[in-house]
């Protein structure tokens, strides 16, 4: 087995089916963030402890979290009202309300330019946020619907998904535009993406036909490197940045993938039950985290 089960950590029960969206780790404080859409409000995980700390409810169909240079300050997209909401960690309330318009999806953060980017499926754009003003200080168009991103935590560029297109693009923060576009490398329907800054690779999670599939791309060549077989119905993804491993998180499939990003071979899968398509990893701990959502539980594993 590529990981090693440890435990579980329970989510708090909903009076309805569960429904949950992504994962969001933060390793400079051991916290974990997941988007219990549900219960329009976000779980605060204690990766010391593996319990719950806290929820922060008011989030519409919460979706997503990014961090910010502030351990306690994290921003979340809530398509069901329009809003990316500023939550207060530490006192664990809503401080202030963003209107970005219709569906805010895929959010991350640029640590380079200090700044939250949004992505927003009704309108095809991404809009860039100041989290000290919380004004939405830019808008640049995309070519079609956004899925998931990845941003560079040193270059100041975010990997974007254009899932109606079959692309992935870079977008330039600083300058407010697109610089490059990934076509080839039978990237289809792409979601879930992560970078690999060390090997300037990034990773694409594809649903071509009835092949599930991760592209492999060379961001700096722009060059194809490959393409490894994965679970089907994956979501999102997570890259180690210590052992440079990645891992895909397959709802449909149950399991999660794992591949060596060096040689780019898969490693095996590990069962985790119906709708894992959340996962994310604390590369200080080689601690792997799943969300199980028909369950209502993050399972935790180590890897190896």
Aim: aromatic content about 4%.
């Amino acid at each position: 087995m590529p990981l090693t089960s440890r435990t579980n950590i329970q989510l708090p029960k909903d009076s309805t089916l569960p429904s949950f969206d992504l994962l969001t780790l933060d390793a400079r404080v051991g916290r974990l963030y997941v988007a219990h859409s549900s219960m329009d409000a976000i779980d605060i995980v204690d990766l010391r402890t593996n319990k719950v700390v806290g929820s922060v409810a008011g989030l519409k169909k919460v979706h997503a979290v990014a961090l910010t240079a502030d351990p306690n300050i994290v921003f979340t997209s809530d398509p069901a009202d329009g809003m990316v909401a500023v939550v207060d960690v530490a006192q664990q309330k809503v401080v202030k309300y963003v209107d970005t318009g219709p569906q805010p999806d895929a959010i991350g953060y640029d640590p380079t330019n200090d700044l939250v980017v949004v992505a927003l499926a009704s309108t095809n754009t991404v809009k860039l946020i100041d989290p000290h003003t919380y004004a939405v200080v830019a808008t640049i168009a995309l070519p079609g619907t956004p899925e998931l991103m990845d941003v560079d935590p040193t270059g100041g560029r975010v990997f974007l998904a254009i899932n109606s297109k079959d692309e992935v693009i870079i977008i330039d923060v600083k300058a407010r535009q697109i610089t490059t576009t990934f076509k080839g490398c039978d990237i289809q329907i792409p979601t879930g993406v992560a970078y690999d800054p060390d090997q300037q690779r990034l990773y694409v999670a594809s649903r071509p036909g009835n092949n599930r599939e991760l592209n492999v791309i060379d961001t700096l060549l722009d060059r194809c490197l490959g393409v490894v077989d994965i679970g089907f119905g994956t979501d999102q993804l997570a890259f180690n940045k210590h052992n440079h491993h990645v891992y895909a998180a397959n709802g449909g499939s149950k399991n999660l993938s794992v591949i060596d990003a060096v040689s780019l071979k898969p490693l095996g899968v590990v069962g985790t039950g119906p709708i894992a398509k959340s996962v994310a990893v604390d590369p200080t701990t080689d601690l792997v985290y799943a969300l199980v959502g028909r369950a209502g539980i993050v399972g935790v594993y180590h890897d190896p």
